[in-house]
Structures are given as structure tokens and as C-alpha cells.
């Protein structure tokens, strides 16, 4: 998938082509596009659908069911507490915009890295 590419700089905003995901990046967080499959048979990650990272999941898009799937899941496969995660945009819709609050732990910038490298793995690693 090589090495990320930078597209934009817009304010305090930067944006980035991680392996056809794009990428936000604020102050201390980073915002990706999902699109949900729900119902799916299993949760997976399926790879990337127009700059957004596709996802099966099994849970109903019912009562809030899928979302909260959607967040568990991102949260436990990128190592991450789930409330570092939130759905600000596409709440009922397939198309969702997540944002990752860094944790704090280390450097912003530190932190983001080591957050889009994780997200890398979960569609660069083989089925």
C-alpha cells in the first residue's frame, strides 16, 4: 500500500491518502470515512470503497445496534478504548465519519502516527 501520501494542508488540518483511505488529521485527533455493511454474516474489515474503509458488521442498522457495534469493533481491532472513538457524522446512514481522540500518552504527533499505522494493518493484512 506504500507510504502515505499527502494531499491537503488546510488550516490546521492536514489530509492524507493512507492506501486509498483518506485520512484527517487535527490537533489531537484523526478522522476516516467508514462505509457499513450491516447484517454481514461476520465482522470484518473488507478493504476500502471511495476513500472510506468498508466494514461488515452483524448488527441491524436498528436502534443504534450497527454504531455501536461499529465503534466496538474499530475500538478492540485498533487496540483503543472505545471512548477515544465517536461517530460525528452518518449516524443513520452507511456512510460514517469516525474520529480518534488520541489518548495522550505520548506526543500528538507520536500518537497519530501510531494510529494510522494501526488502522494500515486492518486492511493491508491478509483475509
Known amino acids: 500500500m506504500g507510504e502515505p501520501k499527502h494531499n491537503k494542508h488546510s488550516g490546521s488540518q492536514l489530509q492524507t491518502n493512507l492506501g486509498g483511505l483518506h485520512i484527517r488529521e487535527d490537533k489531537d485527533s484523526i478522522s476516516f470515512h467508514v462505509f457499513v455493511l450491516p447484517k454481514s454474516s461476520k465482522n470484518m474489515v473488507v478493504g476500502v470503497h471511495d476513500g472510506a474503509l468498508k466494514l461488515k458488521l452483524t448488527a441491524p442498522p436498528v436502534d443504534n445496534a450497527a454504531n455501536t457495534l461499529c465503534i466496538a469493533f474499530l475500538a478492540k481491532s485498533l487496540g483503543l478504548s472505545k471512548s477515544s472513538l465517536d ?20 506526543s500528538p504527533e507520536q500518537e497519530k502516527a501510531d494510529i494510522k499505522a494501526k488502522i494500515l494493518t486492518l486492511f493491508a493484512a491478509p483475509a
Not at 93 to 105: E, H
Open 87 to 106: 461517530i460525528v457524522s452518518g449516524h443513520t446512514n452507511r456512510n460514517k465519519q469516525i474520529r480518534i481522540s488520541c489518548p495522550g500518552n505520548k
